[in-house]
């Protein structure tokens, strides 16, 4: 798996949701602890939600590719 390939076509897909939206206007709050949804610390999305839904993402294509 081309985990960089993976990541463009994750976030490509991810920025098409409502949850991402939701995120976004959150980034308006000068509160707010992030400064992009896909702000990257230590090679992993620091937004637990992101990264939990890449990992979900990994783990279907993974699937997907075992049963091809």
Known sequence: MDLQKEREAFEHAFSKTGFYKG??????NPDCPFTSVFEMR???????????????????????????
């Open 23 to 28: 995120m976004l206007e959150a980034l308006k």
């Open 42 to 68: 230590g090679g992993k999305y620091r937004s637990t939600y992101v990264a939990l839904s890449f990992e979900i993402w990994k783990a279907a294509k993974a699937q997907e590719q075992s049963h091809d």
